[in-house]
């Protein structure tokens, strides 16, 4: 491995130990800053909610290090719990807000304690933060939308 694959791995490592900080300041931030959320009952928050955070900022690292854009299976899972917000009567607007808030978290994190050695990576961490969120908010307005035609 030479030393930029060593150093991309080191990054990628960082952001995946992080990922359990990063749910909780989602959470958090979500809370502080979407009136909506604040008003969930704490468990709803600390269980479902924080739930869907780690898994959906799991599949952005995990798309991240692939270099590609989250499949099928992921975009059914992240349909699906756009759907139970949707039944839950959270509003769209609001869902979409949580995913873009979860991609600021995520971008933070990626950049980081960064030198500028690392240029080249920040701007394909950026191209796949952009890409991501093209392919998860169609993803969410879809499933809710599936979720109040059918509900």
């Known amino acids: 491995m030479d030393g930029r694959s060593r150093n991309e791995a080191e990054l990628y490592g960082r952001l995946l130990r992080r990922l359990p900080e990063m749910t909780g300041e989602v959470v958090d931030?979500?809370?502080?800053?979407?009136?909506?959320?604040g008003r969930m009952p704490p468990e709803e928050l600390?269980?479902?909610?924080?739930?869907?955070?780690?898994?959906?900022?799991r599949v952005f690292a995990r798309t991240f290090r692939e270099g590609r854009a989250p499949g099928t299976e992921e975009l059914a899972a992240i349909r699906d719990s756009a759907a139970v917000r949707a039944a839950e009567g959270v509003p769209l607007e609001a869902v979409i807000a949580a995913y873009?808030?979860?991609?600021?978290?995520?971008?933070?994190?990626?950049?980081?304690?960064?030198?500028?050695?690392?240029l080249a990576w920040v701007t394909a961490a950026h191209d796949h933060v952009i890409s991501y969120l093209q392919a998860v908010v169609p993803a969410v307005a879809a499933g809710y939308d599936k979720a109040r035609v059918t509900g």
């Open 29 to 37: 931030r979500l809370v502080a800053e979407l009136p909506l959320y």
């Open 46 to 57: 600390s269980n479902d909610i924080s739930r869907v955070i780690e898994r959906n900022l």
């Open 100 to 118: 873009h808030l979860g991609a600021r978290v995520a971008w933070d994190a990626v950049v980081a304690d960064i030198g500028p050695e690392n």
